[in-house]
C-alpha cells in the first residue's frame, strides 16, 4: 500500500515523516497527524481495528480535517498481500476512493 500511496503522488505529514514505523496511537498528538486524507490500514486476525475503537471515537480524532470531511480510508490490508496482484488490487482500491472524487483540501497558511 505504501508503494501506491507513493506513486498516486501522495505524501505524508511531517510527523509520519518524523516517526517510526508502528508508532501507538496518542491523543495527545494525534493533531499532529491531520492532513486533507488519512489512509490507514489494520489485520483482522490481529484485531487491530478493536484496538483503535477507543481512538476512532474520541473528539480530538473526530475534529481531524479528513474525519470531518469523510477523507478517513481505513482499509482491510490482508486483502492485498506485497505481489503485484496486490499492488493492483490496491491501485484499484485508491483509485475507487480517491481518484474518482473530488478531494477536499484544507486552507494553508
Do not use: K
Not at 470531518?68 to 482499509?75: A, D, E, V, W
Request: no cysteine; glycine share 6%.
Amino acid at each position: 500500500m505504501e508503494q501506491v500511496i507513493a506513486d498516486f503522488g501522495l505524501g505524508h505529514v511531517p510527523a509520519i515523516e518524523a516517526s517510526s514505523r508502528d508508532i501507538p496511537y496518542s491523543l495527545e498528538r494525534l493533531s499532529d497527524f491531520d492532513s486533507d486524507v488519512i489512509i490507514d490500514t489494520y489485520e483482522d486476525m490481529l484485531a487491530e481495528e478493536a484496538e483503535t475503537r477507543v481512538v476512532r471515537a474520541s473528539a480530538q480524532w473526530q475534529n481531524l480535517f479528513a474525519v470531518r470531511n469523510r477523507q478517513f480510508l481505513y482499509l482491510n490490508r490482508s486483502r492485498y498481500g506485497e505481489t503485484m496482484e496486490g499492488l493492483i488490487g490496491s491501485a484499484t482500491l485508491l483509485l475507487s476512493h480517491i481518484g474518482e472524487r473530488e478531494i477536499l483540501r484544507q486552507a494553508r497558511p
